[in-house]
């Protein structure tokens, strides 16, 4: 088993004064800092995953945009992967199944944002190819969803997509119970 880090859209447009701001993004930012933190310590790979939306009518993540870049607290450092991506699953149009096999890797730590957009479509991705996720629920947030004129809580949101991705997709644990 070689394992990687997936960091799934760590970008501006996510946090206070971004166009899209997701529920609680400094909590999951510290969470996947530490995390990072450990990978890089270990000299495990890490790839970091941008998301430039070319969609028509995109509000947010627009090219050449402060807000569709990485956070300034988990910038690429050399010999990591950034894999750029214009749809919801890391895996369409990338390289990133590329990079997976030739680093060997088989399993993937995953954590980012939103947990019910592309955290979600990348995890499912990981299945049809194999490969094992730990998701770190904790590390990961979203936002408010609204259905039928009803608004759904960013957390009744995340636990739904959690508890749906938890055991055939990933197994689901907080941060500290990571074992690398």
């Not at 969609?55 to 992967?81: C, M, S």
């Not at 609204?146 to 959690?162: F, K, L, Q």
């Amino acid at each position: 088993m070689k394992q990687a880090l997936l960091i799934i859209d760590v970008q501006n447009d996510y946090f206070p004064g971004g166009r899209c701001e997701l529920r609680e993004p400094l909590r999951a930012l510290a969470n996947v800092e530490r995390v990072l933190g450990t990978f890089r310590e270990k000299d495990l790979p890490v790839i970091h995953v941008q998301h430039i939306n070319t969609r028509e009518g995109a509000t947010f993540f627009l090219p050449g945009t402060e807000g569709a870049e990485v956070h300034k607290n988990l910038a690429p450092a050399p010999g990591e992967y950034l894999v750029v991506k214009h749809a919801p699953n890391a895996f369409f149009r990338t390289n990133l199944a590329e990079i997976l096999k030739e680093n060997g890797i088989t399993d993937l730590v995953v954590c980012g944002m939103m947990s019910h957009m592309c955290v979600d479509t990348t995890v499912r991705a990981c299945f049809d190819f194999g490969l094992g996720v730990t998701l770190l629920a904790d590390a990961c947030t979203t936002r408010d969803l609204a259905w039928e004129g009803t608004t759904i809580p960013a957390e009744t949101v995340h636990a739904t997509y959690m508890a749906s991705l938890n055991g055939v997709f990933a197994k689901v644990v907080g941060t500290d119970e990571l074992k690398i």
